[in-house]
């Protein structure tokens, strides 16, 4: 599970933004059974970070993700 997170965590922070069900898949599906585990803190500082970052549409980021395809064709 701490891969997966750090990994997620780590993909929607370079993006600068995140979905709200990205945000509640991460929150409760993973780091919420994480932290009950005991898990260590670096999850807790990424998820700081990701509490930070602005919370959008998912046809936004389909938007973003056509924009970047089309500029890498180039």
Request: with cysteine.
């Amino acid at each position: 599970a701490h891969d997966r997170i750090v990994y997620l965590s780590l993909k929607y922070i370079a993006r600068g933004s995140i979905t709200q069900d990205e945000y509640e898949n991460l929150c409760e599906f993973l780091c919420k059974p994480y932290t009950e585990l005991g898990g260590n803190g670096s999850v807790k500082r990424l998820m700081n970070d990701v509490d930070k970052l602005q919370i959008v549409n998912t046809f936004i980021i389909k938007d973003r993700i056509a924009e970047m395809n089309e500029d890498v064709s180039k």
